[in-house]
């Protein structure tokens, strides 16, 4: 049985955490979006069943921006996998339902996974996971991924709907009466090339939509004609009027859909969730509007980056220094013994004027540094700045071309 986790982007969100303590294999997490670019494939035992759990790409949507995007997209929609879990983040399950929704569009055996629990209780946040999977019409388990416990109960209903035992039906998104009109439009022509209502409906919002990489893609996969289908063409030109005529124009159409996948969660999230404490985050909030603001953003990240430059050079300076007098007395030692044993001058020149001096004075010269860099960048990360670094560059790498996921390799790549 084919299973895969096509999880949210969230950096802490532990989905390749979950993967790992399924499968037992050791795949690298990164705590930055996109880490994971490729699929990455495990057997999981469970009560006498194999299954393969394929690690997609992380991502915040499924409407194609990037390429970890169009990774999990393509794999969801025509990797016909016996199920997908979907892991959310139980500390911000509002912003993560944006991806369950999007999915429920595709396919319908849906299992949602409310990973990081504990980090939720820690906050003050408790989701009712009974309602929430009433209100979603699919499956919900709550997993912390070093509990054993939990992700047996996860295995137990992945195996439930790859058996048929459970059969999820999920409610989907309502858009706007016009949009839906747009749908039925469509959907019927669709139809003809498409035997899945469920799977034509979803082509008919990205119609809709005019997302061309999207089309492409589809027509790819599933061998059909969408852009020269003349049936199809007519109804889009009709569906272009309608919109049209009630204000909504190619440009602003997929917010519209977007605003209205937003509104559903947010609803969902005030039936679900209780906060003992609902000011909470208030004092992140107050941290964010400095840190992320127009007018100190940028003075007070180029600060923080002065600052671990001049730490890291300056404090490298002394143990470099050292390394180097103790590298150096090491060498008069070994040329008295070369000298004393008498190794030609040839190989004595091969081993200490060569390798051990380039050795020696790469570890002298590269060591220090690292070792003051990394533990304070490190501690950028636990603080939570690395991520707000990403959205003050985030305008700058776009106007570059580049993706503010780059923003930190750059960083790191200006210190080494």
């Known amino acids: 049985m084919t299973i895969q986790l096509p999880l949210h982007g969230n950096p802490n969100v532990g989905k390749s955490t979950v993967f790992n303590a399924l499968t037992g294999m050791h795949q690298h997490t990164g705590n930055w979006p996109g880490k994971t670019v490729a699929n990455a494939a495990g057997i999981c035992d469970y009560k006498e069943n194999k299954f393969l759990l394929i690690d997609i790409p992380g991502t915040y949507s499924l409407m194609s921006n990037s390429e970890e995007e169009e990774i ?17 983040d139980a500390t911000c399950l509002e912003r993560n339902l944006n991806l369950v929704y999007q999915i429920m569009e595709i396919t319908s055996n849906i299992i949602v996974c409310v990973n990081l629990l504990d980090e939720a209780k820690k906050k003050g946040i408790h989701i009712n996971l009974e309602e929430l999977e009433r209100l979603l019409g699919v499956p919900v388990v709550g997993t912390i991924a070093r509990k054993q416990k939990t992700l047996n109960n996860l295995m137990k209903t992945v195996q439930d709907v790859c058996k048929k035992k459970v059969l999820p039906n999920p409610k989907r998104i309502t858009y706007l009466p016009v949009v839906e009109e747009a749908i039925e439009i469509l959907q019927p022509e669709i139809e003809k090339q498409v035997e899945s209502k469920q799977l034509a409906r979803w082509i008919s919002l990205k119609l809709i939509d005019e997302d061309k990489k999207i089309i492409d893609t589809i027509e790819q996969n599933l061998k059909i004609t969408l852009k020269e289908d003349e049936s199809i063409l007519k109804q889009k030109e009709r569906v272009k009027g309608i919109l049209e005529n ?22 969902i999230c005030k039936d679900v969730i209780t906060y003992e404490n609902k000011s909470y985050n208030q004092r992140d909030r107050k941290i964010d509007k400095i840190l992320t603001s127009k007018k100190w953003g940028i003075p007070i990240m180029i600060l923080f980056l002065g600052i671990i430059l001049w730490i890291t050079i300056t404090g490298a300076n002394y143990p470099s220094q050292l390394l180097s007098q103790f590298f150096n007395w090491i060498q008069e030692k070994l040329i008295y013994l070369f000298e004393y044993i008498g190794v030609p001058v040839w190989l004595k020149g091969l081993i200490i004027d ?26 950028l990360e636990d603080l939570g700045y690395l991520p707000r670094l990403s959205f003050n560059l985030d305008k700058y790498f776009q106007k570059a071309g580049s993706s503010r996921k780059t923003s930190i390799n750059n960083v790191y790549g200006i210190w080494m």
């Open 72 to 88: 999990a997209r393509n794999y969801i929609c025509f990797g016909n996998p016996d199920a997908t879990v979907v892991i959310v």
């Open 246 to 267: 009630n204000e909504i124009s190619k440009d602003n159409i997929r917010n519209k859909i977007i605003s209205s996948i937003i509104f559903k969660a947010e609803n």
């Open 354 to 379: 060569g390798m051990y001096r380039t050795l020696t004075w790469v570890i002298s010269v590269m060591l220090p540094p690292m070792a003051i860099f990394f533990p304070l960048f490190t501690l």
